[in-house]
């Protein structure tokens, strides 16, 4: 087969959509197939050496780069359509868009992963702007595309309830991976490193994802507040702003004089060892997420040791399964029981651990990319 990869978000994405593009591209150079693969980069600013070193010296990856600005490519491929991507790579079997750009295609079978559709199903939790900007594209893509991966069965679901003309042969179900990087580490390192990068010698509780309105971050302060007082040495540690951290929950912080016990960390790049020393440091991590089409620190914590509480909607039941704690996200004084049932019960803590380890085990990367080029395969012998 001859396969192009849409590689730009592994230059210009960010968070998940960067670490699928990276890691979905290494698995397959790492894997001895015959297949032709192009890796399609569109950025005008930054560097590709992300996929650079993941490609280099293999006979059969290349790589086409399109610097012109995305401010001119993307309104070109969404409005004009043009130029259709194998005008740019050469005539392929497969294009496959692996983050949230929409190029054409002419004649290659066009596959979209659909990373969650969160702005569809509760855009009331979301930027409005980003919203309608998301959903037009989303409607766009559900025309243009071929096929689907989906990255849960929820996502699968959902989509499939909006868009009820698409077939649902055309859509699979392959969840992400997470990375060898999130594993177990020697208590003494972990003491050390976070006593000198972050400063952290109490015991804490631990959140992962983005500082925004859909983690229900104001869910887990409050559910938080709850244990403050039979817990007196405990500290809530939240990673993920972009810039600065939210107004509105440093004003609940401070309403609920938990300043000096609640800290916000800025977001950590994935290629740091940073974030697998806060997982391994917490006494448990917590996620009660709204919506999510797809959640990997809840994984990245289970491949850690660490115990999580996560929320019973959306994805996350199937994400976890039973190798976690579920609450209804909306009512915080079940949150902090949870929380409060993992920090009094050792054994129950134990039982989570041991459940997460075994559970985390089964999603790699090697195994996302063996399900995608099935999918590939499927997709060939279909037509």
């Known amino acids: 087969m001859k396969i192009i990869l849409d590689g730009s978000d592994a230059v210009v994405g960010t968070r998940a959509i960067r670490r699928y593009t990276i890691n979905l591209i290494n698995e397959f150079s790492l894997a001895d197939r015959q297949d032709q693969f192009k890796v399609f980069l569109n950025y005008f600013r930054g560097n590709s050496a992300a996929i650079d070193c993941k490609i280099k010296h293999k006979k059969n990856f290349s790589k086409i780069w399109y610097p012109l600005p995305r401010h001119f490519s993307l309104p070109l491929w969404d409005r004009l359509k043009f130029p259709a991507i194998d005008l740019l790579t050469g005539r392929a079997d497969i294009f496959h868009a692996l983050g949230d750009d929409c190029p054409p295609v002419k ?11 969160s702005y569809m199903i509760r855009p009331d939790l979301i930027n409005q702007t980003y919203v309608r900007k998301k959903q037009m594209w989303l409607r766009t893509m559900a025309r243009r595309a071929d096929y689907f991966i989906s990255v849960s069965e929820n996502t699968r679901l959902e989509f499939l309830e909006l868009f009820s003309f698409i077939d649902p042969k055309r859509i699979a179900v392959i969840p992400l991976g997470i990375g060898s990087e999130f594993r177990i580490i020697e208590k003494e390192q972990v003491r050390e490193s976070l006593c000198r990068r972050f400063r952290v010698v109490r015991p804490y ?20 507040s709850l244990l403050s007082n039979q817990y007196p040495d405990l500290d809530l540690i939240l990673v993920g702003y972009e810039n600065e951290p939210p107004l509105d929950i440093l004003k609940l912080i401070a309403s609920l004089k938990l300043g000096n016990r609640i800290r916000i960390i800025k977001y950590i790049a994935q290629e740091s060892n940073d974030l697998p020393i806060l997982y391994n440091g917490a006494e448990c991590f917590i996620f009660p997420s709204f919506t999510e089409g797809w959640a990997s620190p809840p994984l ?10 996560t929320s019973n909607v959306s994805s996350l039941p199937e994400t976890v399964e039973n190798a976690a704690l579920l609450v209804n996200p909306k009512n915080y004084e079940e949150i902090g029981s949870a929380l409060s049932r993992l920090l009094s019960d050792n054994e129950l803590r134990e039982t989570m651990k041991q459940r997460g380890l075994k559970h985390a085990a089964k999603f790699t990367w090697k195994r996302c990319a063996e399900k995608t080029y099935a999918f590939y395969e499927y997709i060939m012998k279909s037509e």
């Open 205 to 224: 509780i631990l959140y992962v994802g983005g500082i925004e309105l859909r983690k229900n971050i104001e869910g887990i302060i409050r559910g938080f």
């Open 107 to 117: 004649q290659a079978k066009y596959i979209l992963t659909l990373h969650g559709i």
């Open 300 to 309: 990245e914590a289970m491949a850690c040791g660490t115990a999580v509480v």
